[in-house]
């Protein structure tokens, strides 16, 4: 009991300021989302499709992170300060040439990317600068990103979530200022929401820099051997592959809803912020299985690792009930914060309900596929599953069902949610299997 007692007091020193921190950057768009969702939903579309590259940057930029946390973790586990080093470099310099891509694409391209996405001329019209401004905060989102990564590793996960309240205070702010135009300065509607998130963003990374120097130690290092090389690629190839797939899943996902209708979009558009809500909530249980999972492989303690691999999915499946009841009771005070007609509030609670209950399972594959079985570096095992998941299940019901049968969006959503489901019996076996049980080199 002592031991169960320790761990859960170990996994929620991380799991708490993660799932706040998370919560906060959450409360980015969905204070974007409200704030803009007074201006109609025209609007609230614009923002949904001018976030897309956005969301795929973050969740790629996610795997690198990901792939930082087990080096990072497994290296502390033996003591290596040099090889921690040497991760930190790497993955930096990935991270920042990820994040030029992304910058470049966004700003050559940003009619054509909303255009994917929507029909509605005004829709893309109104996306466009919201994208081009945009486009500046990923080089300072991928660096915050990294250096959050070893603060929580050394716990010192308190010091990203400080910070990450700090910026979302001056978002907060920043909307009010811009979006409507107060203090004198002149409304600038959606182009302010992405100011302020510009903005907020470069307070965020100064504060990380500030807070990392003082914590972590750390020596500019890129020197490799090529065993260790070798190992890197393949730990990263698959990560990376798997989130760029599963967000391009996600977007031809947004592709189905668009060419639906613009009330569609909007009607989704606004459960997304409290999906992210929702999901931060318990994505810390996910770091911390990645982080403390990691340390006991690391520590060849494949028995410890596989008994507190079942207690943080055991807690994370408790937890995700309790906040599914929760959102289904409040789904309808959320929704009246909008300026919406009827038709998107409609499909806007439709869709918060479906999503509560798809939420558990949803949670069970964060843990098991975001933070368990990857804590191995054995990453492949979770793109693959997650390549037939989205590409196998979810990209064609959603296609067929949505653009085929034209079925209500509430009906598309949950079809072709249903590879959430495959993923989680397919996970369960490979974590059975304990094949993703490895200490790197």
């Known amino acids: 009991m002592t031991k169960r007692k320790e761990f859960l007091k170990e996994a929620l020193a991380i799991a708490i300021p993660v799932a706040l921190q998370a919560m906060l950057q959450s409360s980015f768009s969905m204070i974007d989302q409200l704030m803009v969702g007074q201006l109609g939903k025209t609007a609230i579309a614009a923002v949904e499709v001018g976030g897309k590259p956005q969301f795929v940057f973050a969740f790629v930029s996610g795997a690198i992170a990901t792939v930082t946390g087990i080096m990072v973790s497994q290296y502390m586990g033996k003591n290596d300060q040099k090889k921690i080093n040497t991760s930190m470099s790497v993955n930096l310099l990935v991270m920042l040439a990820l994040a030029l891509f992304t910058m470049v694409l966004c700003l050559s391209l940003p009619s054509e990317l909303a255009g994917i996405f929507t029909k509605d001329s005004s829709v893309v019209l109104s996306a466009k600068p919201y994208l081009q401004i945009l486009a500046w905060v990923y080089p300072l989102s991928g660096i915050s990103t990294l250096l959050a990564v070893q603060l929580r590793c ?173 959102l289904v009771l409040s789904q309808g005070f959320y929704i009246n914060l909008y300026n919406v007609g009827d038709d998107v509030s409609r499909v806007g609670t439709q869709l918060l309900i479906t999503f509560a209950i798809l939420a558990p399972v949803k949670v069970q594959n964060m843990i098991l596929g975001g933070g368990i079985i990857r804590s191995g570096g054995r990453t492949k095992y979770i793109m693959i599953i997650d390549i037939l998941g989205t590409w196998c299940i979810g990209v064609p019901l959603g296609l067929f069902t949505g653009l085929v049968l034209k079925l209500p969006i509430v009906w598309v959503y949950f079809i072709l949610s249903q590879e959430e489901l495959f993923r989680f019996i397919v996970s369960v076996f490979m974590f059975r299997s304990r094949k993703w049980m490895n200490t790197i080199q």
């Open 154 to 326: 050394r716990n010192r996960a308190k010091y990203p979530l400080y910070i990450s309240a700090v910026a979302a205070l001056v978002n907060t702010f920043m909307n009010y200022v811009l979006i409507f135009g107060h203090f004198g300065i002149a409304p600038m509607g959606i182009k302010g929401a992405a100011v302020a998130s510009l903005l907020s963003q470069v307070v965020n990374l100064l504060l990380m820099i500030y807070f990392y120097r003082r914590t972590c130690r750390f020596a500019f290092d890129l020197h490799m051997k090529k065993a260790e090389v070798v190992q890197y690629i393949v730990m990263l190839t698959p990560i990376v592959v798997n989130e760029l797939l599963w967000t391009i899943g996600q977007n031809v996902n947004t592709y189905i809803y668009g060419h639906m209708g613009t009330s569609e979009l909007a009607g989704m558009s606004l459960t997304g912020p409290i999906q992210g809500l929702f999901i931060g909530a318990l994505s810390g249980l996910s770091q911390a299985a990645g982080i403390l999972i990691g340390r006991r492989l690391g520590e060849h303690d494949y028995d410890r690792a596989y008994q507190d691999s079942k207690r943080l999915c055991l807690y994370g499946f408790v937890a995700s009930l309790i906040l599914s009841v929760i």
